[in-house]
């Protein structure tokens, strides 16, 4: 049997930030479907000091797709390798790293390597996820420059938040009732507009207008991730304008004391916005508890009606 021809594929970008600043950010996936716009979804199965094994949900030309990665980790030598543990066809192998150079005046170079191999090395196959890395490399790279570059350390600006409810009703109800956010104008008081498609079972497309606790009305456009009756997972692709991401995620589960819904969310705020938003007085730890009550206010309201089975 032959071995598959391998294709590489390299991205670089400068940035003006400090190389520390730009490891951290690359370091914590936990914070890329804040960060990165094709991210939508991470969940760690293994998870050490300088070894991760996570699976990660994105989007890759046009579409929801799903894989698990394992990572080193090398804060010293300012790199992160990766490798796709089980590649989904037409991919039959995918690895590369992540390489910051330190820059003269305090700026880093970041590179970022591909090499992939794939199934019955079918051209098109190649020019298919070519095109999707050079699509997706480029808006990451774009990205990560984006924030490491507002001169805020990276706490102030990305950070989670979680609300958790005790559940009236059983866990499965919880997240029908989560996950049917096409019936939520009609269901929920803050919720004026939904249109929600379904293409593929589990993965939804979400759209819809809420009304925050000072009045204020938002479109939202975002992408689920549904794995019952455990979890429901989302990206926002459209963001109220204070924001330049935010990811969030619902669980469902029996808890010692009986079944619990959480909402966790993660989210990335614009400093440029803040003033615009909420006045000129206004600082950027105004805006985190800003974010942090109009978030948590809405999806505890939501979570209170799925507890209470209404």
């Known amino acids: 049997m032959s071995t598959p021809q391998l294709h590489r594929t390299e991205h670089t970008r400068q940035v003006s930030a400090p190389p520390e600043t730009v490891y951290r950010l690359l370091a ?8 990165f716009g094709p991210s939508v979804h991470v969940q760690h199965l293994e998870r050490g000091e300088r ?61 970022l390597l591909h090499e992939f191999s794939v ?14 890395l050079d699509r997706n490399s480029p808006e990451e790279l774009a990205a990560l420059a984006r924030v490491a570059e507002l001169g805020h ?14 559940l009236k009703v059983p866990v499965a109800d919880a997240y029908a009732f ?3 956010a096409d019936l939520w104008a009609e269901r929920l008081p803050h919720v004026s507009r939904v249109r929600m498609t379904e293409e593929t079972p589990g993965i939804q497309e ?9 009045g204020s009305a938002h479109t939202t456009r975002s992408v689920r991730v549904c794995r019952a009756p455990e979890w429901i997972a989302y990206k926002q692709l459209m963001t109220p304008k204070l924001l330049t991401g935010h990811s969030g995620l619902w669980t469902f589960s029996d808890g010692p004391e009986g079944p619990v819904a959480t909402a966790r969310h993660t989210v990335a705020i614009d400093p440029a916005a803040v003033t615009e ?28 009606y799925a507890a209470s089975g209404a």
């Open 28 to 35: 914590d996936v936990t914070l890329w479907p804040a960060i």
């Open 51 to 111: 070894e991760e094994r996570f699976s990660l949900w994105a989007t890759v030309n046009g579409s929801v797709a799903n894989w698990t990665s394992r990572r080193t980790l090398d804060p010293e030598g300012l790199r992160i390798t990766f490798r796709q543990e089980h590649s989904r066809p037409p991919i039959a192998s995918m690895a590369g790293e992540w390489l910051l150079r330190a820059l003269p005046g305090g700026g880093t170079e970041v590179v």
């Open 119 to 132: 199934v019955a090395s079918d051209p098109d196959a190649v020019r298919w996820v070519t095109e999707a």
């Open 153 to 166: 350390p990276v706490d102030d600006v990305v950070f989670s938040f979680v609300d958790t409810l005790a």
């Open 178 to 180: 989560v996950n049917r």
């Open 206 to 214: 979400l759209e819809m207008d809420t009304v925050t606790g000072d």
């Open 277 to 304: 938003v909420l006045g000129p007085e206004a600082t950027l730890a105004d805006a985190r508890a800003y974010v942090r009550e109009a978030l948590g206010r809405n999806s505890m309201t939501t979570m209170s």
